[in-house]
């Protein structure tokens, strides 16, 4: 498994709770889902860069 | 003079909150279904013991409060989120006592996350139960 994988399955399974637990329709409860897994993804890749950086 | 609207939560099942509480805490999603709420109930129960499952194929460490490390208490209540699944891992022998590498490390965020995201599912089937949180 690489890092990325992990992190991918991370952001999914975090997300999904995320969107139960903090929305009340179905709908609202999917879509806030799916902005966590975005924002997991997101956060991950700019850091990722971040941190390149610092070390070039 | 000028009125504030009150809101009384309603209880909307006829369930003891504090037991729907208890029971999703010993079982990640058990709550959702005392509350007839079987389908989140079974994405709750297949996302944290999927992310404890694989925390634990990742070598992940499984916490003890007896070690005297303070990170490994830490640690421990983290585990304790999911009291069951962790239960399960120290009854079956399941997981690492010691960290090897960075996927060991990276498996026993997995396990802590688990068990913190099972208290989120808890608590939120409680809040449901006892009308604090509007559920359509």
């Known amino acids: 498994m690489s890092h990325f994988t992990a992190l991918l399955l991370y952001a999914f399974f975090a997300s999904i709770v995320f969107g139960i637990t903090q929305r009340s329709t179905p709908r609202s409860m999917v879509r806030f889902g799916a902005l966590c897994f975005g924002g997991f993804l997101a956060a991950a890749i700019v850091v990722s860069w971040g941190m390149y950086f610092i070390k070039h | ?136």
């Open chain 2, 1 to 136: 003079m000028a009125t504030k609207a009150v809101i009384v939560p309603v209880k909307r099942t006829g369930l003891s909150p504090d037991l729907v509480l208890l029971a999703g805490w010993l079982v990640p999603g058990l709550g959702h279904v005392m509350i007839r709420k079987g389908i989140r109930g079974l994405l709750l129960f297949v996302s944290i013991v999927a992310m404890f499952a694989i925390g634990l194929l990742m070598h992940g460490k499984v916490y003890t409060p007896s070690t005297g490390d303070p990170l490994d208490i830490l640690g421990f209540v983290g585990d304790a989120g999911a009291i069951g699944l962790w239960a399960v891992a120290k009854l079956g022998d399941l997981g690492a006592t010691q960290l090897s590498d960075a996927f060991s490390d990276y498996g026993s965020k997995f396990i802590v996350v688990a068990g913190l995201l099972n208290v989120m599912a808890a608590v939120d089937a409680q809040s449901i139960a006892n009308g604090r949180k509007l559920d359509r």
